[in-house]
């Protein structure tokens, strides 16, 4: 059954092709015709691609996903609170105050690109 849908499918794009291209070759009148229909066909494939591919990516997002959040509840990062004892706490603050004292205050609300690019303008400048 499925042969007979697949080869009426593709005899009839044979026949509308066929016919698309003697009517256009024959009678020059219709060429401007036929030129935006096969510009409005191809922008509706296109858009069927486009949102064929939408698609497919939020069903994995959310098809795949799913799976590991139903087993955690939503408040949880993933981690028994049995593992995260077993980590040791690791004191960040010294880090953190090296840090600030190196980076400008102005320039630390920018991504780390951004004060790169600007870096590199001032020291042309100087």
Do not use: H
């Not at 256009?24 to 069927?48: G, P, T």
């Not at 997002?61 to 077993?86: C, H, R, V, W």
Request: net charge negative; hydrophobic share 45%; charged share 25%.
């Amino acid at each position: 059954m499925a042969t007979v849908i697949i080869v009426s499918f593709s005899l009839f794009l044979l026949c509308i092709t066929g016919w698309t291209i003697t009517t256009y070759f024959v009678k020059e009148d219709s060429q401007k015709f036929i030129k935006e229909e096969l510009k409005n066909l191809f922008d509706v494939c296109k858009m069927f691609y486009v949102s064929l591919k939408s698609l497919i990516g939020v069903l994995t997002k959310y098809s795949f996903a799913s799976a590991p959040n139903e087993a955690s509840p939503p408040d949880s990062n993933g981690f028994d609170d049995q593992e995260l004892n077993l980590v040791p706490l690791v004191e960040t603050a010294s880090f953190e105050s090296t840090v600030k004292e190196d980076v400008d205050t102005a320039l630390s609300a920018f991504s780390a690109e951004l004060v790169e690019v600007i870096t590199e303008e001032e020291e042309k400048v100087a």
